[in-house]
């Protein structure tokens, strides 16, 4: 392993060991895994992607006031003091800064972006926004996202609140809505937003597993159970 990434791995470790589990060192080692994994496939720049992925949840502004600049302030300091060139710096902060779900509402489509001076790594941004959004969706996505929801103690489900689509990055950020309705205001949009092959593919299961997953629960809900 690059000794760099191995320092940051301990890094993230140590930084997020207290972290809510839905954004806790497992969810960075199952992004770093995938992220991998696209990149087999991907013509790109391997540190980058690895560097990126790692730390892309170093501070996520939800549990920080909404700060967004403390991510990259952390990551910064932190790739400086392991040797890492000016060049990677830029790209990985640049990735941290621009991979979001809640940014992309106020961006647009990642390849809309353009930076100045180093060269902008596009590819290296949808190989770890397509992981960090697959670790959104299917199994794991429901388990987050209902242990996110008990985190902030949002209501599970209630008919009568409607899910709110077409959100812009504000009021994506101040809503609170019930967990059910975060599938249709974010998990569901995302087999869509998917930028590589191999990520689209994955998406495609993980999607279907989630539309069977609220099929039953509103079965449930609804004492629908046909099974008896």
């Given amino acids: 392993m690059n000794h760099r990434i191995e ?11 207290d972290a809510e589990a839905g954004h806790d ?15 087999e496939i ?3 720049n391997r540190e980058v992607v690895e560097l990126a992925a790692l730390l892309h949840d ?6 920080h006031d909404g700060n967004e600049e403390l991510a990259l302030t952390i990551s910064g ?11 990677i710096i830029q790209q990985v902060l640049f ?8 940014n992309s509402l106020e961006t647009g489509p990642a390849s809309a972006l353009m930076t100045t001076g180093s060269r902008t790594p596009l590819t290296e941004l949808h190989i770890v926004q397509d992981a960090d959004r697959l670790d959104a ?26 899910p709110k689509l077409n959100m812009t990055k504000a009021e994506y950020k101040k809503n609170d809505g019930t967990t059910i309705n975060h599938f249709y205001e974010k998990l569901l949009l995302l087999k869509d937003r998917m930028n590589t092959v191999t990520a689209k593919k994955i998406a495609s299961r993980r999607h279907d597993f989630m539309l069977k997953f609220l099929e039953e629960f509103y079965n449930e809900w609804n004492s629908n159970d046909t099974s008896c």
């Fill in 42 to 44: 991907e013509s790109c």
């Fill in 25 to 39: 060192w497992f969810h960075i080692e199952r992004v770093w895994n995938l992220a991998k994994k696209i990149a």
């Fill in 7 to 17: 320092k940051t791995v301990l890094f993230v470790k140590e930084k997020l060991k």
């Fill in 137 to 162: 969706i299917g199994a794991i996505g429901i388990a987050r996202t209902f242990n996110f929801g008990g985190y902030k103690n949002n209501l599970m489900y209630d008919p009568e609140i409607k």
């Fill in 58 to 63: 170093i501070a996520d502004p939800k549990f």
């Fill in 77 to 87: 300091e932190h790739l400086v003091s392991i040797g890492a060139e000016a060049d």
């Fill in 95 to 102: 990735i941290i800064k621009h991979m979001s779900f809640k």
